[in-house]
């Protein structure tokens, strides 16, 4: 695949990486992907032992789901998202999301306390935060707390 390298210095100042002008990986790789609706992306299995099979479909009709509705949100290009959940397959379908709207996510670990809620939404000016049951009363402290 390599041609043999005969002299090192040579080869590292004339090594240049091959950029696309544009690229997301949510949609170049996850979403091509996808276009084979049995090629697996992810086998997820909780502590009980019980197991999903996720294809990159699957994760490209979701991920275009949450685009789609943080889009309706109001959620822009470079808006800032803190998502704090557990390692679920949603976090990844969250994450592709917001990848392919052009935002940025924040991964947070759900140890975090409403005190770490808040410095983080306030120092990154976040846009939105994407929590499940747990976190939730975590992010309405944070919000009585900015309002």
């Known amino acids: ?32 992907w996808g276009e084979d609706a049995q090629k697996v992306a992810m086998l997820w299995v909780n502590e009980q032992g019980d197991e999903r099979h996720l294809t990159f479909r699957d994760f490209a009709v979701r991920s275009n789901q949450v685009g789609n509705a943080l889009r309706e949100m109001g959620i822009r290009k470079d808006d800032r ?7 679920l397959p949603e976090w990844w379908e969250a994450v592709l999301g917001i990848m392919k709207i052009g935002a940025i996510s924040m991964p947070g670990t759900t140890l975090l306390t409403p005190k770490d809620v808040a410095y983080r939404v306030q120092a990154a000016e976040a846009g939105a935060v994407i929590t499940d049951a747990e976190g939730a009363p975590k992010d309405a402290q944070v919000a009585n707390e900015c309002t």
């Not at 998202?81 to 390692?87: E, K, N």
């Open 1 to 32: 695949m390599y041609p043999e390298m005969i002299d090192y210095e040579q080869a590292c100042r004339e090594f240049r990486w091959e950029v696309p002008e544009s690229y997301n990986f949510a949609v170049d790789v996850v979403d091509r």
């Open 81 to 87: 998202i803190l998502i704090m959940s557990p390692r």
